[in-house]
């Protein structure tokens, strides 16, 4: 399968839900994102890094330095509390806006 374009403001949403549960650096995010996905989605780090940047300064996640698996240090990223919240409301947006272009496609 060839591999999938996000579309714009879908990172930031998969990044939330991948840090959800428990806090991450950005190389096991993106391996995260690709594993769930069954390795449709490549997340680069030219788009990772910036994204999660923005979503720090939004106040959506907050990051920390800690040591890697490999012993190495890493900046891991959890949500906040806004970051909860924000996911919550752009995952209901995402399914209603998937639910109505699915609809879209369906009928027309």
């Known amino acids: 399968m060839n591999k ?13 839900k991948a840090v959800a549960l428990e806090p ?3 190389w096991a995010i993106s391996e995260r994102l690709h594993q ?7 997340i680069r780090q030219g ?10 300064r939004r106040g959506w ?9 490999n012993n190495r240090r890493a900046k ?7 970051g909860r ?3 919550e409301t752009e995952t209901l947006a995402w399914r209603k806006l998937s639910a109505t272009v ?4 369906d009928s027309a």
């Open 4 to 16: 999938m374009q996000l579309l714009q403001g879908t990172l930031d949403l998969l990044i939330l």
């Open 85 to 87: 919240a924000q996911l």
């Open 47 to 56: 788009s990772l890094y910036p994204a999660l940047h923005r979503l720090e």
């Open 76 to 82: 891991y990223y959890e949500l906040t509390r806004r």
């Open 24 to 26: 991450q650096h950005g």
């Open 36 to 42: 769930i996905s069954s390795a449709a989605l490549q």
């Open 61 to 69: 996640i907050k990051a920390r330095w800690g040591t890697s698996d």
């Open 102 to 105: 699915a609809h879209v496609l």
